[in-house]
């Protein structure tokens, strides 16, 4: 594969531009009755519908997500993750971050260019929402893809952990004094597509692209295709060197393109099995953790044909996807000139609530949206004490930052960085302890992603330029953990925030809930150091999203969120 010239790459992105359209969808949130495995429950859906929609653009086009919310009940939002949002913060999505929850009644619209082609998805990220199914793929096809020609069709597999009890009742059991393991509410099954058939349609000489997305809330997955080898060319939306590997693991949040060829003697159906959490790291008996949870699918060549035989795999063994090289054969960036290193821990806040914490602190949603601070307190933005309690790190425009996340617990993390593709350069085993302070024996053309799985007892250090001026959340894809604050803030170039305005419809859900929009995390738009009603432990209620009308508490406090 050889480098487009400048002239036909000038000539493709003018392409593009003629191209670029706008794709609108107008949703409606509302609850759906669904069984995806059997068991029916309430789940929030779109225009009475669920699963939820696909979203499909090209890159270039201009994107428009106007949501009603019609739950009645509860508070939303969504978040387009793995979508930079690059001159757009105010469209990333979370609430008490970027935005007002949305309440009942009311609405938002989010516009955004999808910039990067890949495979994406899209979430709830107000108050452990989304569990209860408001997520769906979100695909931006490539008109300059650099595999093209190498596969015939496309197919979008999701899997994801799933809950009988709504989220809301799982997050209460888990934020009690009692839980003192830190125990997150377990999966009473697996859903691949959602519940709806994920049998392939395999033809002999033909090349498919799999498009594996996780909507995990906590658990990670496994795959492995009878027969079949899987050739990963992206993860995360971003192209990696083509890599032959016969198992991945995918964790929550995390996303793998990898092509699957049909290269059959004998005409026959080939399983496919996902396995959900068993990851060792999980397996700890002493956390109750017993079961297996798996789905079986068929690469099915002739329905006339068998497909009862089962993929059994001895034992997982995924491949290392840190030591995956970026496309372009990138190097590291840097050197670095900004450090930022979170240490992370299970830890007890003064009323012996269940939290984990960076750097002994756990995050705390205060009562103006971070950003909305940012916006609105001049060049007092940059100093961290006026945003609260929200592990808030200041970067400035241009600057490299290494972020190093050690991982003191002994199960392995997926971490999230919202706005950026940052460089891993190193993601140790499990058990290999804590970044040594030494910058050595880093991958040479680091992969790419948006979520790197930080292994037990160990450490992941990852890169990323400053250039995307924004307030963008470092956390936990777990959704059980950001509940119980594993959240960090990075406040991207403050000084680039400054008298930015806002969408009228998104100020407007801050009124109209009479949550505060300016000043500093209490809302003080006259003494910005003036710390007077911040939030300074985390409430002992719990409410997730629910909505109630009137209450100070609801319309107060906002976090955590995810
Ligand atoms: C909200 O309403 C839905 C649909 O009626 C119901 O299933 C759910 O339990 C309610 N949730 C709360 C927290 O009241
Ligand atoms: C798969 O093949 C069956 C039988 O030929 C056909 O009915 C079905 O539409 C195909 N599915 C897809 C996704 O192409
Ligand atoms: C999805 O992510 C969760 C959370 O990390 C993980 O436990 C699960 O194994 C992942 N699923 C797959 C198929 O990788
Ligand atoms: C299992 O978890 C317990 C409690 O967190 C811990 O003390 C123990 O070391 C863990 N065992 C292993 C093998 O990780
Ligand atoms: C799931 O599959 C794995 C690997 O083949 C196997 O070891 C395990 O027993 C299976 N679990 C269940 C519940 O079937
Ligand atoms: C966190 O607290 C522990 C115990 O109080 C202490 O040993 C450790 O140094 C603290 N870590 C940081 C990063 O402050
Ligand atoms: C920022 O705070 C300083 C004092 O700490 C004050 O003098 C200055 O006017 C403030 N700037 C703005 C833009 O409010
Ligand atoms: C702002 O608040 C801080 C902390 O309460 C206080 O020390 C300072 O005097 C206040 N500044 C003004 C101008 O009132
Ligand atoms: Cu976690």
């Known amino acids: 594969m050889h480098s487009p010239s400048a002239a036909s790459l000038a000539f493709l992105s003018l392409a593009a531009l003629v191209k670029a359209g706008t794709v609108t969808y107008n949703w409606d949130i509302t609850w759906v009755w669904a069984a995806p495995d059997g068991f029916g429950r309430p789940v929030i859906g779109v225009n009475g519908q669920w699963p939820c929609p696909k979203i499909e653009a090209t890159v270039g086009d201009t994107v428009i997500v106007n949501i009603n919310n019609k739950l009645g009940n509860q508070t939303t939002g969504i978040h387009f993750h793995g979508i930079n949002q690059i001159s757009t913060p105010d469209m990333d999505g979370p609430s008490g971050v970027t935005q007002c929850p949305v309440p009942p009644g009311s609405s938002v619209k989010y516009q955004w260019v999808a910039d990067t082609a890949g495979s994406y998805w899209y979430h709830s990220h107000n108050m452990g929402q989304y569990p209860d199914g408001l997520r769906g793929p979100l695909i931006v096809h490539d008109t300059n893809d650099p595999y093209s020609g190498q596969y015939d069709e496309e197919v979008i597999l999701s899997v994801s952990d799933w809950y009988h009890a709504e989220s809301l009742d799982l997050v209460r059991n888990m934020l009690t004094p009692s839980n003192v393991q830190f125990r997150p509410p377990f999966p009473d099954s697996i859903l691949v597509n959602e519940g709806q058939p994920a049998n392939i349609n395999f033809t002999k000489g033909k090349t498919y692209r799999i498009r594996l997305i996780n909507f995990s809330a906590f658990a990670s997955a496994m795959i492995h295709i009878d027969s079949h080898d899987m050739n990963v060319i992206m993860n995360d939306a971003a192209y990696i060197q083509k890599e032959k590997t016969f198992m991945l693991r995918v964790t929550a949040a995390q996303r793998y393109d990898f092509l699957v060829e049909c290269i059959d003697r004998d005409n026959r159906n080939f399983p496919y099995l996902i396995g959900l959490d068993t990851n060792r790291d999980f397996t700890n008996a002493s956390l109750g953790v017993t079961w297996t949870k798996n789905y079986t699918g068929y690469f099915v060549m002739d329905t006339t044909k068998d497909m009862t035989k089962v993929d059994v795999v001895q034992e997982w063994k995924p491949a290392d996807d840190s030591h995956f090289k970026n496309y372009n054969g990138d190097g590291v960036w840097g050197p670095y000139n900004h450090l930022i290193q979170l240490d992370f821990e299970f830890c007890k806040d003064v009323n012996g609530y269940p939290r984990a914490c960076f750097n002994n602190v756990t995050y705390i ?25 929200v592990n ?95 959240t960090a803030t990075i406040i991207e170039a403050p000084d680039k925030l400054a008298g930015m305005s806002f969408p009228t419809d998104h100020i407007n859900n801050c009124q109209i809930q009479n949550i505060p929009y300016q000043g500093n995390a209490a809302g003080n738009t006259q003494n910005y150091t003036d710390q007077t009603g911040f939030i300074t432990v985390p409430p002992t209620t719990y409410n997730g999203a629910t909505y109630i009308p009137g209450s100070s508490k609801r319309s107060r406090i906002l976090g955590p969120f995810a």
């Open 365 to 389: 949603g205060q009562k103006v949206p971070t950003l909305y601070t940012a916006a609105t307190t001049g060049n007092n933005n940059t100093d961290p004490t006026i945003y609260g309690q």
């Open 392 to 486: 808030p790190f200041v970067v400035k425009y241009g600057d490299i930052v290494q972020l190093v996340v050690n991982n003191l617990d002994a199960a392995g993390h997926p971490f999230h960085l919202h706005g950026h593709h940052f460089q891993v350069l190193d993601r140790p085993k499990s058990g290999t302890g804590k970044w040594p302070k030494r910058d050595t024996n880093y991958a040479s053309s680091p992969n790419l992603r948006d979520t790197v799985a930080v292994d037990a007892k160990s450490y992941a250090v990852l890169r990323f330029k400053a250039e995307n001026p924004g307030v963008f959340l470092f956390h936990c894809h777990i959704e059980w953990h950001v509940e119980m604050g594993l």
